[in-house]
């Protein structure tokens, strides 16, 4: 899909330098993927304490030996 957008010149060249990517697109596409894995993430902090423990569940059968 392509998309003309007007981006930040200066954000972008730190970004760039930042990542160490070797392209813009490649720059913006990682920060897309780092923004949306950073959401996940907040969603997933905000269900701790919510949830009621699996009274059942052995962590110690779930390790390799």
Known sequence: MATNLAIDDKLLEEALLLSGLKTKKDTVNYALKEFVNRRKQLEIIELF?????????????????
């Open 49 to 65: 304490g919510k949830l009621d423990p699996d009274a059942d569940y052995d962590y110690k059968k779930g390790r390799a030996h």
